[in-house]
């Protein structure tokens, strides 16, 4: 437990450092009124684990989603008329309690090759930047992340969302529970200190 803990607070460390200083994310009080779950395709963020896989099911029978490249833990939704060639979405989602707490997204052209420049990540990122703005709102903010380079990032209520260039062939997005990642951080926090108490 206490390695799983140790891992899950590396990793929402590199996410504070990703979507930078933004004062509404430090926000200490535990009302979130712009509750803001939505994600996409009919995912939300706290959903239950067996409500996604059965809406996964149903968006599989009206041919919306397949199971994507590595098996049971990759979905792959075909985009075909919204850029200006056709993009694959993968994702799939972290369950904390059984509901999803982070859901993180791949998109990438079809047609991507690596001697082909036009359907690298670096042309798609304002594509797709573009695209979540008109869905998520147009106040992306831009961070520029020593080593990740351009990160782009939103926080609506208790959902954070991060967009940059994952590698040449990838374009990454990044859907976070902030209520759950804060309880996670504080649960963190107590198992070390009462750590340190134990082994004075």
Known sequence: MRRY???LFSLII????LQSCDSSFFNSSEDYPLESDNLFLGFYLGMPQKDFFDHCTELNKQQKITQGPGGSTNVEHRIVDEYDSEVSMR???TFIDEKVYEMPVL???VA???WNRHYWAESLLPKVLEKYKLTY???FKLLNHPTQGKVYYKIDGKRRINLFVKDEQFVQAVFTDLKVEKRLKEEFEKSQSQEQNLSN
Do not use: E
Not at 14 to 17: C, E, P, Y
């Open 5 to 7: 803990l140790t891992k």
């Open 14 to 17: 590199l996410s504070i450092v």
């Open 91 to 93: 994702f799939f989602p």
């Open 107 to 109: 998109y990438s052209y």
């Open 112 to 114: 991507w090759a690596p």
């Open 137 to 139: 709102g147009d106040d």
